[in-house]
């Protein structure tokens, strides 16, 4: 068995091809199938040689390995289109000479203008074939006036085509509702996705084709092109697409959509893939956090289901948190240092700095959190979240800072700091259980929530501790 994934290089790897691939490398190593990578770059204004690379980066960080393609090679290649043209044009002239294909001269705006009587009269535009028949003097005719010609493939009436579609089912086409006799190489000579994409599957021996069901409309006329050049249709299986929350197409105003994004910003590829290697189906144990060999195990195309899969950005969230949670700490403490580095959050005491991040990386979801999470600890005074804020303001709170202020000035010091500076405030006070814990937290981290106090506190140093309780009295209490 072979399976492709074929992706555009033309911007960053989506979410939902992602998933394409995924489902793919899942089919391939159940069934010991070979994976090939095709890059379809036959959009020559927008495909990149940075986006191709950048789409390899993006698969190979998710854990996906090929074992053909256009930076392996393979006994198949060339594996980008664009270096495949000779190969295009063979077939071209082939589908001319037989009479399954023509040129057509009709310019852009004569279409446009075709389409827009249709859609005023609410009917699908259906070239009408106005080239089909033209003689040589009518074609050099529009030759000497300067028209190229594109070529169209000339749909024969009547046929009717069944899809054995591995997770739609039994899908039927007829020829007569595909639009007419469609383009397949444009005026400028370059052929279209939807005629060179069963070339390139048949010579490279695809036998099952697993994609969106967004090229569901386009496997008719594939299936006329293999046809109409006698060569074998693969096994087909079209996924339903990703929705947003909204149940609407995914797209960025939803989240995030780039594999890159997700990688910048901390995501595991071990918790990115088995989130998107389960979206349309379910394990019969209903786990969720499972290894790449048990999605593999249980894995069949007709598992998936016919209804679009929701991208829940949550779910992935917290799927990731789980994964990061679980992960040794130096491997962990080595996916958290960039963060830190960047922010500048770094220090000369390398073993107090490990501490730091072994207290809050249980309140990492992502690892750029990290930032924030640590961010507590360093500088003498905090951002006070706004609940923290309204909380200081109250009278409650301004009886702890005024003790707390009180107590740095006579009988708590660097020695008993940490031990000794709620119970004395209790005891001062009269405060105890939330009256006495959230205010104190608020003014010592600037939030509500956090790690245990016990764990910041010697952490924090006296220092830093006593001027923030300063600050505090000198903003809300004085």
Partial sequence: MRVRFAPSPTGFLHVGNARTAVLNYLFKKKYNATYILRIEDTDM???????????????????????????????????????????????????LSSGNAYHCYCTQEELDAQRKIAAEANKPFIYPGTCRNLTLEQKKAFENQGRKPTVRFKVKEGITLTIDDQIKGTVIFNSEN????????????????????????????????????????????????????????????????????????????????????????????????????????????????????????????????????????????????????????????????????????????????????????????????????????????????????ELLSTHEAQTVIRAAYELIHSTINAHNYSTETLGSIKQKTGLKGKMLFMPFRAMITGRLHGPELDKILPLLGYDRFATRIEYCYSRFAK
């Fill in 45 to 95: 204004e927008r495909s990149t040689k940075e986006s191709e690379e950048s789409i390899l980066n993006d698969l190979t960080w998710l854990g996906i390995q090929w074992d053909e393609g256009p930076d392996c090679g393979g006994n198949f290649g060339p594996y980008r289109q664009s270096e495949r043209f000779d190969i295009y044009h063979e077939y071209t002239e082939k589908l």
């Fill in 178 to 389: 595909i639009g007419g006799d469609f383009i397949i190489v444009r005026s400028d000579g370059v052929p279209v996705y939807n005629y060179i994409v069963i070339i390139d599957d048949t010579l490279m021996n695809v036998s099952h084709v697993i994609r969106g069901e967004d090229h569901l409309p386009n496997t008719p006329k594939q299936m006329l092109i293999a046809m109409a050049l006698g060569l074998p249709v693969p096994t087909y299986a079209h996924m339903p697409l990703l929705l947003g929350p909204d149940r609407t197409k995914l797209s960025k105003r939803h989240g995030i959509t780039s594999v890159s994004v997700y990688r910048e910003q901390g995501y595991l590829p071990e918790a990115l893939f088995n989130y998107l290697g389960l979206l349309g189906w379910t394990l019969e144990s209903g786990e969720e956090i499972v290894p790449v060999e048990k999605l593999v195990s249980e894995f069949e195309l007709s598992k998936i289901g016919k209804s679009s899969a929701i991208f829940d950005f949550q779910k992935l969230k917290w799927m990731n948190s789980v994964y990061l949670r679980n992960l040794p700490f130096e491997k962990a403490f080595d996916l958290f240092y960039p963060y830190i580095e960047k922010a500048h959050l770094t220090a000369s005491d390398n073993e107090w700095l490990k501490k730091v991040v072994d207290t809050v990386r249980g309140n990492c979801e992502i690892a750029s959190d990290i930032v924030k999470e640590i961010g507590l600890f360093f500088g003498d005074t905090v951002e006070f979240e706004e609940d923290a804020e």
